[in-house]
């Protein structure tokens, strides 16, 4: 069955980094484009980032534009999320996802992990 297991969050600095990995299984992990999202607790879920099957077309949240670089290795079936200047507003649980189909665009996310929490003190 399809597995998304999050890992690399943690607790840091305003201005700190920290890189989130994402390990897939289950499935033919080349075949499908992977996001990143975020959640905060009475609020919405926001996409900070996306990323197509083979790398080639990324998309990012324009709160995270700049400081935040998404990425997959499909020889590993892991993907990763880059945080740099981090600041508080992004603290929230990351969550790794699949979308349903190669890219980000016109497909939805269909499986997702457990979440890794990244808080960022003041």
């Known amino acids: 069955q399809v597995q998304l297991v999050e890992s690399g969050g943690g607790l840091v600095q305003a201005g700190g980094s920290l890189r989130l990995s994402c390990a897939a299984s289950g499935y033919t992990f080349s075949s499908h484009a992977m996001g990143w999202y975020r959640q905060v607790p009475g609020k919405g879920r926001e996409t900070v980032a996306a990323?197509?099957?083979?790398?080639?077309?990324?998309y990012y949240a324009d709160s995270v534009k700049g400081r935040f670089t998404i990425s997959r290795d499909n020889a590993k079936n892991t993907v990763y999320l880059q945080m740099n200047s981090l600041n508080p507003e992004d603290t929230a649980v990351y969550y790794c996802?699949?979308?349903?189909?190669?890219?980000?665009?016109?497909?939805?996310?269909?499986?997702w992990g457990r979440g890794t929490q990244v808080t960022v003190s003041s």
């Open positions: 990323i197509s099957w083979n790398g080639a077309y990324t």
């Open positions: 996802a699949r979308r349903s189909g190669s890219y980000y665009e016109g497909y939805e996310y269909d499986y």
